[in-house]
């Protein structure tokens, strides 16, 4: 171990003894939130608060009604009032005189930088907005998204946003297949793709692999193909057309119309606890007032001064309310990176950082433990004296991790803020509010401004310092409004547990003596590697069908890397032996139907699976068994030497590796 490293080892030994973090004088004299005067507000009325955010942004027509509250789970917010979201996040710019600042410094993972501007993002939005009613599109129609980290995902996105079509975007990592999934639920007319995308000095084909899936969707009318890559893109003459040539041909000017403050924005895919995947709806007027809002009072964002870089994908709800909608709203200036944060060297992140000047930085724990594990040298290459704000989303962050990115990324000065949020509730709900809250490593701390969140037992009553089930209070201006098609799956998921007024998370959670809330994990059957959400039902039916495989069982096995790893419990066909190459086999077959995130981690062989007699799989004792823990109870098995038999499983599988 270097000897900087020895020091800092000590260092964060010392600063786990300190209980409590506050921000520096330095930080809190110029922080937006000095005092609790915009809690005791939304206390006294949280509807006429989010009104106040509401009137944040330009309306084409006032509400009527702020919350309209009467027929939950469905709410609704600034019913009556109109806007559009895309001059929320460019005209109203440009129209003040800031069409020169730059939205986006673009960096590509060859080191290419393009600058893009708001009076640049306003002129091309328009286009595509353009040309895609040119093909048809109209207000409500379901624009399909499958793009890298490329400005033009950007201006796809607000194109579909100008006119009232909501989009549905895929993050790039997961298999076409996926796509496929996504653009058939969601009945999407149109996608927007590219011919390649690059990944750590690779380029992989997308439009051909889309192809090789799509080409019985009869839904999917038009594709569009972003010329990224170069690649060889296929194309089907009347369906497909190439992005830069409809811009060139499309009209200039597409006012933005306004649209009701409920028209829906978009729908994005995400992990529930059975295979098919949850179509999150989340509408106009209510989201961007959240998301506004909470992009600038969590970030203590000033426009005019910082630079913001949120390092997720666009893919995710971070990168929708967090790269595009929250900084655009804001007139913020944003870093956007295409490549992994290892390539071509670990030090691109602070790279960019120096380069940039970024002085508010937005990312996962599970990154942060990479870099952990990669060295203090990389982080101490680079000048990181910009920085002054650093935040965390996705999992829950184990204190020294927390620890290691206050000390080594931000030298000590830099508040930290833990936002707890899912892709349902649209914007961060937990978290410090930077210039006021005394942090606790580990903790989201407390409910935003306008946020009522306790931490319920099975009962539904306040579960005091025990362990409980984080629920939310009240509604919320960006919450979800359905499950795209599936009204009846919303109210069961979210809304059945406790009744109609209050929302289920689906998290674990305690509340402590101090008030502060710690996320635990999910208690549904949702895995959370690397932050990215997955559904056990999900991997275990691309598992399952692999022409060898019999039944698979999946489980979510702590990970120190990746806060959770994907376990799967596989039994073959007939009298086969499970090898090595079968393994690979599965991993690969996993990539193809999901994607490679979905790839599990450990794959154990089973001649059986843990059942009741009912034939239920009982996941409980695989996690155990998993994690070497003492086995619960065993008498509800059909079989009970079944658990033998998996233990043996395990100690070979652990022979191997070791
Ligand atoms: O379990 C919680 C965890 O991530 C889940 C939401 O996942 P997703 O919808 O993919 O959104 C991730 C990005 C917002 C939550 O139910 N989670 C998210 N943030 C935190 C967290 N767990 C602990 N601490 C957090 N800060």
Known sequence: MAHSDMTLEARLEQLQQQKW??????????????????????DSDFVA???????????????????????????????????????????????????DRVAFHWRGEEGEERDVTYAELLRDVQKLANALRELGVKSGDVVGVYLPMIPEVVVAMLACARIGA???????????????????????????????????????????????????????????????????????????FFYDELLASAADACPAEPFDAEHPLFILYTSGSTA????????????????????????????????????????????????????????????????????????????????YKVSLFYTAPTAIRACMKWGVEYPQRRDLSSLRLLGTVGEPINPKAWLWYREVIGSGRCPIVDTWWQTETGAIMISPLPGLTKAKPGSA???????????????????????????????????????????????????????????????????DEDGYFWVIGRVDDVINVSGHRLSTAEVESAIVSHERVAEAAVIGQADEDTGQGITAFVTLQGAQDGTDELVGDIREHVAKRIGKLARPKRVIWADDLPKTRSGKIMRRLLRDIAEGRELGDVTTLRDPDVMAQLSASIARHEDDEG
């Open 276 to 355: 098919k995947p949850k179509g999150i709806l989340h509408t106009s007027g209510g989201y961007l007032t959240q998301a506004a809002f909470t992009h600038k009072y969590v970030f203590d964002l000033k426009a005019d001064e910082d630079v913001y870089w949120c390092s997720a994908d666009v893919g995710w709800i971070t990168g929708h309310t967090y790269i595009v909608y929250g900084p655009l709203a804001n007139g913020a200036t944003s870093v956007m990176y295409e490549g992994a944060p290892d390539y071509p060297d670990k030090d691109i992140w602070w790279e960019l950082v120096e380069r």
């Open 445 to 511: 701390t407390h409910p935003l401004p306008g946020v009522k969140a306790a931490v319920l037992d099975g009962n539904g009553e306040e579960a005091g310092a025990e362990q409980g089930y984080l629920a939310l209070k009240q509604p919320w201006p960006a919450m979800l409004r359905t499950l795209y098609k599936e009204p009846e799956r919303f109210i069961e998921t979210y809304w059945s547990k406790y009744g109609r007024d209050t929302y289920f998370v689906g998290d674990a959670a305690r509340c």
């Open 21 to 42: 973090f506050e921000p520096t004088p330095q930080f809190r004299e110029r922080s937006l939130v000095a005092d609790d005067a915009m809690h005791r507000e939304a």
């Open 49 to 99: 608060f989010w009104e106040r955010q509401a009137r944040e942004l330009d309306w084409q027509r006032e509400w009527t009604q702020a919350l309209d509250w009467s027929n939950p789970p469905f709410a609704r917010w600034f019913d009556g009032g109109q806007l559009n979201v895309s001059h929320n996040c460019l005209d109203r710019h440009v129209e003040a005189g800031r069409g």
């Open 166 to 240: 909501p989009h549905n975007v895929v993050f790039g990592g997961f298999s076409p297949e996926s796509v496929r999934e996504r653009m058939e639920f969601s009945d999407a007319r149109v996608l927007i793709t590219a011919d390649g995308a690059r990944r750590k000095g690779r380029v992989a084909a997308v439009k051909s692999a889309v192809d090789d899936v799509m080409g019985d969707l009869r839904s999917l009318e038009r594709v569009i193909v972003v010329r990224n890559t170069g690649t060889d893109a296929p194309m089907t003459d009347g369906r497909d």
